[in-house]
């Protein structure tokens, strides 16, 4: 039996109203207890452990002083938000989070009232809190009504342009909203930046820093005699310390830093803050990812993203696979190929670790270029790097690839520049869901011109993409794969270069042609593997491009065969809109061909496992054996071998 932590003070916590009632000396056994709480359900669920247990006493101070949920908490990214779910009437089923109808890892709207915004991806928080300021200043009337609005947000998410483009404008607009700077010197690998090192300057310079905490922004909260004094030594600070403040500069307020771990610091500056504001506030707090909890503060990622765990030891329970992962593969790959061509370059935004280049990086560091959170920048540093003569290969995860389309579109399709867009947790990931889900690269990629799109259907295809991709320089071309390991097949020792819109076939048949685009091939040739036990004998045949088309391969499978059935595992609008383009200008459908594609649905599915995701989207191999059969009126019942 699983042991669970005595918690008799957080017992009495049903909401956050509860914490109200409550002693500052009591707050502080409801923090002991919700860290504890956090790490024995974090161990039987898995999940993002480091970032929630950094701000177990951040959550406690911020529920305790606010009105929530009339005063919107918004949680930048919310992988931190697990205590918050904990305080805010989901302790029941805090040990469902990440698992099929149970909570989700990030917050929801459909969930709880306490979460006002839902998120997942970085740097939104401020642009979302100042929208609920203004709709609460002009008279917006949800109920509960609007109160104040408070955006958490940390130092890694601040790496984000977004971030910037609200502050600026909330400064300027100068309405009461609050800021929470989670400055935790780290967002989920080491932080990158100008900005990270002028936040380490903020807080380095002892012996100033007790009196910069007390003096810095602050003079607006204080009583009137006390100002002109505390002006003059916040601004003698600003020339001996820092030389300004940005934030101050931006229209904030600036207070900080301080102990984000010390409730005696963070409840008095919290409720003083909330007192006396008239406009914009930063409240810059220091804490430390993984906070109290051993294994996570000396892991290198400090238990960012952790599998079921033994909470005695922090040893992960993760489960073993013969075959290599996607992820690996491409870095290993992408390593070798860069052994041989020094033009060869890498950029990541914020995910080194995530998409394999921190192995890449060891070798060559200077090839290798983490922009932090900041997509948009990425695709833009990638098109400047190809003009000027490199190989750029810009990994990115399909959801965050999302966020830099416009460049994308405008600075590397439209100058049909050879950026190589590596694309990692294409399709559906499971437990993250669908935030991160890699669902619409396939169709926001293959619709423009120039493109070229390939998607590996087992990690020796991956590997020869990546070769394939190096080869490339007549514009922009990307290669998508999926999360996790890969099928087990025999890898070669080199890629080979694939001929650019060319597909193959793996077995020929008759009668029905299932043309696969991705990573359900397995799943493709075990429907038709049950398909030939009916007494049928299917063609199965891998596109490996959606863009160009292999017409050839196309035009052949729909005039050799009754029916002709799509997969992918990617949204209406890709691999099979484009197939079914071609055999409407062919005219093929006037031959009375059956086409059928079999693509996400249009909805949003929520986390599961992988497998269960998969059964929803209809795309597992029993589905596809079923398509099949509907397709040619066969009753599956009638003729089951």
Same mark, same amino acid.
């Given at each position: 039996?699983?042991?669970?932590?005595?918690?008799?003070?957080?017992?009495?916590?049903?909401?956050?109203?509860?914490?109200?009632?409550?002693?500052?000396?009591?707050?502080?056994?409801?923090?002991?207890?919700?860290?504890?709480?956090?790490?024995?359900?974090?161990?039987?669920?898995?999940?993002?452990?480091?970032?929630?247990?950094?701000?177990?006493?951040?959550?406690?101070?911020?529920?305790?002083?606010?009105?929530?949920?009339?005063?919107?908490?918004?949680?930048?990214?919310?992988?931190?938000?697990?205590?918050?779910?904990?305080?805010?009437?989901?302790?029941?089923?805090?040990?469902?989070?990440?698992?099929?109808?149970?909570?989700?890892?990030?917050?929801?709207?459909?969930?709880?009232?306490?979460?006002?915004?839902?998120?997942?991806?970085?740097?939104?928080?401020?642009?979302?809190?100042?929208?609920?300021?203004?709709?609460?200043?002009?008279?917006?009337?949800?109920?509960?009504?609007?109160?104040?609005?408070?955006?958490?947000?940390?130092?890694?998410?601040?790496?984000?342009?977004?971030?910037?483009?609200?502050?600026?404008?909330?400064?300027?607009?100068?309405?009461?909203?609050?800021?929470?700077?989670?400055?935790?010197?780290?967002?989920?690998?080491?932080?990158?930046?100008?900005?990270?090192?002028?936040?380490?300057?903020?807080?380095?310079?002892?012996?100033?820093?007790?009196?910069?905490?007390?003096?810095?922004?602050?003079?607006?909260?204080?009583?009137?005699?006390?100002?002109?004094?505390?002006?003059?030594?916040?601004?003698?600070?600003?020339?001996?310390?820092?030389?300004?403040?940005?934030?101050?500069?931006?229209?904030?307020?600036?207070?900080?830093?301080?102990?984000?771990?010390?409730?005696?610091?963070?409840?008095?500056?919290?409720?003083?803050?909330?007192?006396?504001?008239?406009?914009?506030?930063?409240?810059?707090?220091?804490?430390?990812?993984?906070?109290?909890?051993?294994?996570?503060?000396?892991?290198?990622?400090?238990?960012?993203?952790?599998?079921?765990?033994?909470?005695?030891?922090?040893?992960?329970?993760?489960?073993?696979?013969?075959?290599?992962?996607?992820?690996?593969?491409?870095?290993?790959?992408?390593?070798?190929?860069?052994?041989?061509?020094?033009?060869?370059?890498?950029?990541?935004?914020?995910?080194?670790?995530?998409?394999?280049?921190?192995?890449?990086?060891?070798?060559?560091?200077?090839?290798?270029?983490?922009?932090?959170?900041?997509?948009?920048?990425?695709?833009?540093?990638?098109?400047?790097?190809?003009?000027?003569?490199?190989?750029?290969?810009?990994?990115?995860?399909?959801?965050?690839?999302?966020?830099?389309?416009?460049?994308?579109?405008?600075?590397?399709? %439209?100058? #049909?520049?050879?950026?190589?867009?590596?694309?990692?947790?294409? /399709?559906? &990931? *499971?437990?993250? @869901?669908?935030?991160? +889900?890699?669902?619409?690269?396939?169709?926001?990629?293959?619709?423009?011109?120039?493109?070229?799109?390939?998607?590996?259907?087992?990690?020796?295809?991956?590997?020869?993409?990546?070769?394939?991709?190096?080869?490339?320089?007549?514009?922009?071309?990307?290669?998508?794969?999926?999360?996790?390991?890969?099928?087990?097949?025999?890898?070669?020792?080199?890629?080979?270069?694939?001929?650019?819109?060319?597909?193959?076939?793996?077995?020929?048949?008759?009668?029905?042609?299932?043309?696969?685009?991705?990573?359900?091939?397995?799943?493709?040739?075990?429907?038709?593997?049950?398909?030939?036990?009916?007494?049928?004998?299917?063609?199965?045949?891998?596109?490996?491009?959606?863009?160009?088309?292999?017409?050839?391969?196309?035009?052949? %499978?729909? #005039?050799?065969?009754?029916?002709?059935?799509?997969?992918?595992? /990617?949204? &209406? *609008?890709?691999? @099979?809109?484009?197939? +079914?383009?071609?055999?409407?200008?062919?005219?093929?459908?006037?031959?009375?061909?059956?086409?059928?594609?079999?693509?996400?649905?249009?909805?949003?599915?929520?986390?599961?496992?992988?497998?269960?995701?998969?059964?929803?989207?209809?795309?597992?191999?029993?589905?596809?054996?079923?398509?099949?059969?509907?397709?040619?009126?066969?009753?599956?019942?009638?003729?089951?071998?």
């Amino acid at each position: 039996m699983t042991h669970r932590p005595d918690t008799p003070m957080l017992d009495r916590i049903s909401v956050p109203a509860d914490l109200r009632a409550l002693s500052d000396r009591d707050l502080h056994r409801v923090a002991e207890e919700l860290r504890s709480e956090t790490i024995s359900a974090v161990s039987e669920t898995g999940g993002h452990l480091g970032a929630g247990l950094g701000v177990v006493e951040l959550t406690v101070a911020l529920h305790a002083v606010f009105d929530t949920p009339r005063d919107r908490l918004i949680w930048d990214v919310s992988h931190q938000c697990y205590p918050h779910k904990i305080l805010t009437g989901r302790r029941d089923r805090i040990r469902t989070l990440r698992q099929k109808d149970g909570l989700s890892g990030f917050t929801k709207r459909s969930e709880s009232p306490y979460d006002p915004f839902g998120a997942a991806h970085s740097s939104t928080s401020i642009s979302a809190a100042l929208g609920f300021t203004i709709a609460r200043d002009l008279g917006g009337a949800p109920d509960p009504a609007l109160g104040d609005a408070i955006a958490v947000i940390g130092d890694g998410a601040l790496s984000g342009g977004m971030a910037y483009e609200a502050l600026n404008n909330a400064g300027h607009l100068g309405r009461r909203m609050f800021v929470v700077l989670n400055d935790n010197e780290m967002s989920i690998a080491p932080p990158t930046g100008a900005m990270s090192s002028y936040l380490s300057r903020l807080y380095a310079g002892a012996p100033f820093q007790e009196f910069k905490a007390a003096a810095k922004g602050a003079v607006s909260m204080l009583p009137e005699p006390f100002r002109e004094g505390a002006k003059r030594a916040k601004d003698m600070l600003k020339h001996m310390t820092v030389g300004g403040t940005l934030f101050e500069e931006l229209g904030f307020s600036y207070l900080g830093p301080i102990d984000g771990h010390d409730l005696d610091q963070l409840l008095p500056v919290l409720r003083t803050v909330r007192a006396r504001a008239d406009g914009p506030v930063l409240l810059h707090v220091i804490t430390k990812k993984g906070k109290g909890y051993h294994p996570a503060e000396n892991a290198s990622d400090k238990g960012h993203g952790v599998a079921r765990f033994d909470p005695l030891t922090g040893e992960q329970k993760k489960p073993k696979s013969n075959a290599p992962s996607y992820t690996r593969v491409f870095a290993e790959t992408l390593f070798q190929e860069a052994a041989e061509d020094d033009k060869i370059c890498a950029v990541t935004a914020a995910m080194p670790d995530g998409t394999g280049l921190d192995l890449f990086a060891k070798r060559f560091g200077s090839r290798c270029f983490d922009v932090g959170i900041a997509e948009q920048h990425g695709v833009t540093f990638c098109a400047g790097l190809a003009a000027g003569g490199m190989k750029p290969f810009c990994a990115m995860y399909s959801t965050f690839l999302q966020r830099g389309y416009d460049q994308i579109v405008h600075d590397v399709a %439209l100058q #049909r520049l050879p950026v190589r867009f590596a694309i990692d947790r294409a /399709g559906l &990931v *499971g437990a993250d @869901g669908a935030t991160h +889900a890699g669902s619409f690269d396939i169709a926001y990629l293959a619709n423009l011109p120039g493109f070229v799109v390939m998607a590996a259907a087992d990690e020796a295809e991956l590997r020869h993409m990546v070769a394939t991709a190096v080869a490339h320089d007549g514009g922009p071309i990307a290669f998508r794969f999926p999360r996790g390991e890969g099928t087990g097949v025999e890898m070669p020792e080199r890629g080979e270069v694939l001929e650019i819109g060319k597909g193959r076939m793996i077995r020929e048949g008759s009668r029905v042609a299932l043309l696969n685009f991705g990573a359900r091939l397995k799943e493709v040739v075990e429907a038709s593997e049950a398909l030939e036990a009916r007494g049928l004998s299917p063609t199965v045949a891998d596109a490996r491009f959606a863009k160009p088309l292999d017409e050839d391969l196309i035009l052949r %499978l729909a #005039r050799d065969h009754e029916a002709l059935i799509t997969i992918e595992e /990617g949204a &209406v *609008g890709g691999f @099979g809109s484009h197939v +079914a383009q071609l055999l409407a200008e062919k005219g093929v459908f006037d031959t009375g061909l059956k086409y059928r594609s079999m693509v996400l649905p249009d909805t949003f599915i929520d986390h599961a496992s992988p497998r269960d995701m998969y059964a929803t989207a209809g795309l597992n191999c029993e589905d596809i054996e079923a398509k099949v059969l509907e397709t040619l009126g066969i009753d599956s019942l009638r003729n089951r071998a």
